[in-house]
């Protein structure tokens, strides 16, 4: 993702990683690159409307019989003035890619159905 800052797609088409990407791995230090990720994904939705506290609001504000999936928590700000010019499908995607960085935790449950029917 290069609105991320940690590639760089040069006019040829070639992708190389940013010096900043690059340092963190040198260093071989997965912790550093986890912080640089999640910064970079606090400032990409940041520029959209989007501040870490409001979706961490918007999680504790969802009550059951609803979960705070993405499309709840988006709905949520979603209704907000303004709203997030993000568009969904990006927000979900810069969701689940500060949760694998380690910035917020995602609960997955798993349903078992009848293979019959």
């Excluded at 797609?9 to 230090?29: C, F, L, P, W």
């Excluded at 400032?43 to 999680?59: E, Q, Y």
């Excluded at 019989?65 to 979603?78: E, G, H, Q």
């Amino acid at each position: 993702m290069s609105e991320l800052n940690l590639i760089t797609i040069q006019n040829g088409g070639r992708v190389s990683v940013t010096t900043e990407v690059a340092q963190a791995n040198a260093a071989k230090d997965a912790d550093r690159f986890d912080l640089f990720v999640q910064s970079s994904i606090k400032t990409k939705l940041a520029d959209s409307g989007v501040k870490i506290v409001d979706i961490n609001g918007a999680i504790r504000a969802i009550r059951p019989p609803l979960a705070p999936d993405a499309k709840t928590i988006y709905d949520r700000l979603a209704k907000r003035n303004p709203p997030p010019t993000m568009k969904f499908d990006m927000f979900r995607q810069l969701l689940y890619l500060y949760a694998c960085a380690g910035g917020i935790k995602r609960a997955v449950r798993v349903h078992y159905v009848n293979p019959e029917g």
